[in-house]
């Protein structure tokens, strides 16, 4: 969740976008740095660590310019080096960027065949390449950008500033969110109304695909097809003291909305995408190699989190894995082996259960990792290592960003865990982080189902009771999803292994039954699908979340099919969890419920 910041403006605007960048740190980030225009050439100062250090360079070495680009880095190709901090810039261009380019190999491999040689470790310098190799053929800022945005794989938000351009700024958005500042004789250019809040409350937020150039007079909006498109301009209500819900209804639609970036910030922390490793930053006091057994413990959705961890620790580590609900694990009085580790996962680091269980134990002599959205907290505190899930805020109580980013870390560690322990080769590694770092574009593009599951929610919420079913780490997700739905539209849901349906629940099953089944083409698809046969036979209204492999082979009886891009089976939970949280959000939405604050919930339980 790195930070983009622009000015186009009538006055000096380097301290300006240091100040805006500030507002942006609670996205976290290890490096920082602005570019603007002296005397129409590009002008830079970067430094590593906090923004002190570059306001510290500003004062030594100051930038003058009244249109420039600011950056809150988090390293996701490269190390958090000054030199690897953006903005990334050539002689014609600089741009900054936050998200992942997934094919910048490619990029790179082709403008090396016309000299085109990267200076830095990043994958965003290959779209300063290639813009600059567009205008050194004669495109102008324009078309360069509209050509190298179809050149671009991946989820990404990007911001350009051109030599001579000294009114212009150029954005564009694809995943990742980007907002338009309207002044009375300047524009602006902020990942969200927090970094624009001193400047105005007149925003545009632009939507996926879409790209901009911004000028005084004002912004052209084009969309993914370049054509000439309307934004709704609105006030936002933000200050910089406060989180904004941009141009959604609720945080909780917002934060759906933030999961390609959120993914990529949290994958930054865990894996070396530029040699498609898993790169702990973190010092383990034990090692995978030495364990016999991993204790997990969680609440909720955090549960759930660890439940799809199990099936990745065994299987691509052979560790085998205890996963307890920690509101009764302590209870159990379960045995430990003093110098093994117990993992406890919990979005604020506060949940009372959750830090039970941890004393518990650490009492037993055991190891004791977190996995935190808050490194401060008492959890985190208390535990021998802790691994952060890097999200940012999360308002809505309906955890939906925190999930994927819990996800997303625990499958860097079970990867960890596998090559630690001679189970996963190399290559078998490479594989698995490259189809992490296929994920955000992926989220991405599962969001651009929502028109249709909206149609499917509306039909939902006239439903009292509903089923999920799910096979191996599906089964996890639709325990999940069947609690996203009861805790915001009130609507009795359950979740079910697809092989239990025969043992009970399917007694449950007639044509008033909405039976949500989750199963995307792996190698339990045919199974699940059986089992989804089953409910069809009996009349049930079967709503399908699957990839398009999976929709030809389903057969017939289905109401509704969802269809989720096609991605590798070890990182399709994830992806799963976009439709069942869309669907969960909109079904409650037409019930008229409180979706951010859902009755007698709290985000942190701190009591048991």
């Not at 779209?127 to 509209?146: I, K, T, Y």
């Not at 290559?427 to 651009?448: D, G, I, Y």
Request: proline share 4%; net charge negative.
């Amino acid at each position: 969740m790195c930070g983009i910041v622009g000015i186009v403006g009538d006055a000096p605007v380097a301290s300006r976008l240091v100040d805006a960048l500030k507002r942006l740190e609670y996205r976290g980030y290890d490096s920082a740095g602005v570019a603007t225009l002296e005397g129409g050439d590009i002008s830079r100062r970067r430094a590593e660590g906090k923004l002190g250090n570059l306001a510290q360079k500003l004062a030594f070495e100051p930038l003058g310019g009244q249109v420039g680009i600011g950056h809150t880095r988090w390293a996701t190709h490269g190390a958090p080096t000054e030199t690897n901090a953006h903005p990334h810039a050539t002689d014609r261009v600089a741009v900054v960027h936050n998200g992942i380019i997934e094919n910048f190999r490619d990029l790179l491999a082709d403008l090396a065949k016309d000299g085109y040689l990267p200076k830095t470790q990043t994958d965003t310098e290959s779209v300063a390449l290639w813009v600059s190799r567009e205008l050194a053929n004669g495109a102008d800022p324009e078309l360069a950008v509209a050509r190298t945005l179809k050149q671009l794989k991946g989820a990404f938000a990007l911001a350009f500033l051109f030599k001579g351009q000294e009114a212009m700024l150029i954005a564009a958005r694809h995943g990742a969110p980007l907002a338009i500042g309207y002044g009375d004789t300047e524009m602006y250019l902020g990942s969200d109304a927090m970094a624009l809040a001193p400047f105005t409350s007149r925003l545009t937020y632009l939507e996926d695909g879409d790209w901009a150039v911004i000028t005084p007079a004002g912004v052209t909006i084009r969309d993914g097809k370049d054509a000439i498109v309307q934004r709704e301009q609105q006030i936002s209500q933000t200050s910089a003291l406060l989180v904004d819900k941009g141009n959604h209804r609720h945080f909780m639609a917002k934060e759906i909305y933030e999961q390609p970036e959120t993914i990529s910030h949290t994958l930054s922390h865990y894996v070396d995408m530029g040699a498609e490793k898993v790169a702990l930053r973190e010092t383990l006091p034990f090692d995978f190699a030495d364990l016999t057994r991993l204790t997990i413990s969680a609440c909720g959705t955090a549960y759930f989190a660890g439940a799809v961890a199990k099936y990745w620790f065994e299987r691509h580590a052979r560790l085998p894995v205890d996963i307890d609900v920690a509101s009764e694990f302590r209870y159990r009085e379960p045995p430990l082996e003093k110098g093994g580790l117990s993992l406890f996962i919990s979005q604020s680091g506060e949940t009372a259960d959750t830090l039970a269980a941890l004393r518990y134990c650490a009492g037993q002599g055991q190891h004791v990792a977190s996995l935190v959205n808050t490194q401060e907290s008492t959890i985190a505190r208390e535990s021998d290592v802790v691994f952060p899930i890097l999200c940012g805020p999360e308002i809505g109580v309906a955890s939906t960003k925190a999930l994927t980013a819990q996800l997303t870390a625990l499958a860097g560690l079970s990867i960890a865990a596998g090559r630690a322990r001679g189970v996963l080769s190399a290559e078998r590694e490479n594989e698995l982080v490259r189809a992490l770092t296929a994920l955000p574009a992926a989220v991405a593009k599962a969001l651009a189902a929502e028109s249709q599951i909206i149609d499917i929610a509306k039909r939902l919420s006239k439903a009292k009771d509903v089923l999920y079913l799910g096979r191996g780490p599906m089964f996890p997700i639709a325990m999940e999803g069947a609690l996203k739905l009861k805790e915001i539209s009130y609507i009795h849901a359950e979740g079910y292994a697809a092989g239990e349906l025969k043992h009970g629940p399917i007694a449950l099953v007639d044509e008033d039954m909405p039976v949500i089944v989750v199963a995307p083409s792996d190698e339990l698809v045919d199974k699940t699908l059986s089992n989804m046969q089953e409910v069809a036979a009996r009349g049930g209204k079967i709503i399908l979340i699957t990839d398009a492999e999976g929709a030809e082979t389903a057969g017939h009886g289905i109401s509704d099919v969802i269809i989720v891009p096609r991605v590798d089976s070890f990182v399709a939970p994830i992806l799963a969890c976009i439709p069942v949280q869309l669907l969960a959000y909109h079904t409650a939405v037409f019930m008229g419920t409180d979706v951010d604050q859902p009755r007698n919930l709290a985000k942190s339980v701190t009591v048991e």
